[in-house]
């Protein structure tokens, strides 16, 4: 196919050279690059076009190369050749979707971490545990008469007791990498006129909500979403938290108070210039996920303003203290999202290793030594889907389908 528009040979592998590209007629000047399989991205022959990037170019050399028998590649399907020819496990598969989708450099670090195998390598040595662990119990259950250790298939049961305190610990991680994928997320509360979408439009550096002196101006969620010193952070502003019969300044009341119950961190906003703390219905949100903000010093702060320790004094008006209050964000993204050991990034991983974890449970509790080594294969079958090994199609579909157009 790459012959019959270049009208010459292929180059020697993995040199870049310059050729001509035909259709009817000449196309372009650019650059070919050939990979012979399987010492390539998907084990298979790939040639790589480099051309001049307008439309028509576009255009023609697709039409030029569909004539010659090609066509447009699906959805992530570069990198699904790629895993079925033995070139990545699922992870990695997955990780070149969030290397491309990543904005932040937490988000690119925790996506090249995975890249590079290391949650396919933690899940692969879990599993070659538990295959040591089914080879052992098998051998005691089919071998009796043999000569083999005293006490083998208590020594399972402990390691595999051992191996699922691992795993729990694997998961007891508050979700860092699923969040550090989808942002750390920061509600922005307070009573109405206390400066919230103003500060929220101080911190992100655009309009992203309507400013007004009317109270209750904001009714719904606005959200918007920054990189923060590297780390994705997603602030809410919320609607101005009081009592009030508008049914629909109510209902952004509630759903309010239903962000902040699921928010990463809060910031409860109170006008400095006002009053000397946060109003009651603000400060039922205070505790260790939360930061008190005064707003508005630029009107000067009233006597004794705020006597609870911890406080920031900003102002969205003159962007006094905007920069301290940033980094405390940022400080409170990184302790939630930052870490060396790999994390899983996703639903389909963490129910993978509960499925394994509740399959070793079983197994300490099994009656018959055959329902032990079942429930060890079982187990190790969950770790097999995680990265791949056996037949999931279903999954790979799901997987797929995230990637951009001939990725």
């Known amino acids: ?203 992100v550096g655009r309009a992203a909500a309507i400013v007004h002196e009317t109270a209750g101006t904001t009714r719904d969620i606005v959200e918007a979403a920054i990189d923060l010193n590297g780390w994705p952070v997603v602030f809410s502003d919320t609607a101005g938290l009081r009592v009030t019969a508008d049914p629909v300044e109510a209902e952004g009341v509630r759903r309010a108070q239903e962000r902040a119950g699921q928010a990463d961190l809060k910031l409860l906003i109170f006008d400095g210039s006002t009053q000397a703390e946060p109003d009651a219905a603000t400060m039922v949100f205070a505790g260790p996920r939360a930061l008190l903000v005064a707003n508005k010093s630029d009107l000067g702060l009233v006597a004794g303003s705020c006597s609870i320790s911890g406080w920031v004094r900003v102002s969205a008006a003159t962007g006094e203290g905007l920069g301290g209050l940033a980094g405390q964000i940022a400080a409170a993204a990184a302790a939630a999202l930052d870490g060396s050991a790999p994390a899983p990034t996703r639903l389909r991983h963490r129910m993978a290793v509960e499925t394994c974890i509740q399959h070793l449970d079983a197994m300490c509790r099994a009656s018959l030594p055959e329902l032990l080594v079942e429930d060890l294969r079982l187990a190790a079958r969950a770790l097999a889907a995680a990265v791949g090994r056996i037949d999931i199609e279903d999954v790979l579909d799901a997987v797929f389908r995230e990637f951009c157009i001939g990725k």
Do not use: C
């Open 1 to 203: 196919m790459v012959s019959a528009i270049t009208k010459k040979p292929l180059p020697p592998p993995r040199y870049a050279a310059r050729r001509r590209f035909w259709g009817p007629d000449a196309i372009d000047d650019g650059l070919l690059l050939w990979f012979p399989g399987p010492a390539s991205f998907t084990g298979e022959d790939v040639a790589e076009l480099h051309v001049h990037g307008g439309r028509a170019v576009y255009r023609a050399l697709a039409d030029a190369l569909a004539a010659a028998g090609g066509r447009p590649a699906e959805p992530g399907e570069f990198t699904r050749r790629a895993f079925h020819n033995g070139k990545l496990d699922l992870t990695q598969a997955e990780a070149i979707a969030d290397l491309v989708a990543a904005e932040t450099e937490g988000q690119r670090r925790q996506a090249l971490r995975q890249l590079d195998g290391a949650l396919g390598q933690l899940y692969e040595g879990w599993r070659a545990r538990l295959i040591a662990m089914s080879a052992r119990a098998e051998a005691a259950i089919d071998f009796p008469e043999e000569d083999l250790p005293d006490g083998l298939l208590a020594g399972v049961a402990t390691d595999a007791a051992v191996l699922a305190g691992e795993l729990r610990r694997h998961l007891d991680d508050g979700g860092r990498g699923e969040r550090l994928r989808e942002g750390f997320h920061v509600a922005i509360l307070g009573a109405p006129n206390a400066g919230k979408s103003s500060l929220l439009n101080a911190l």
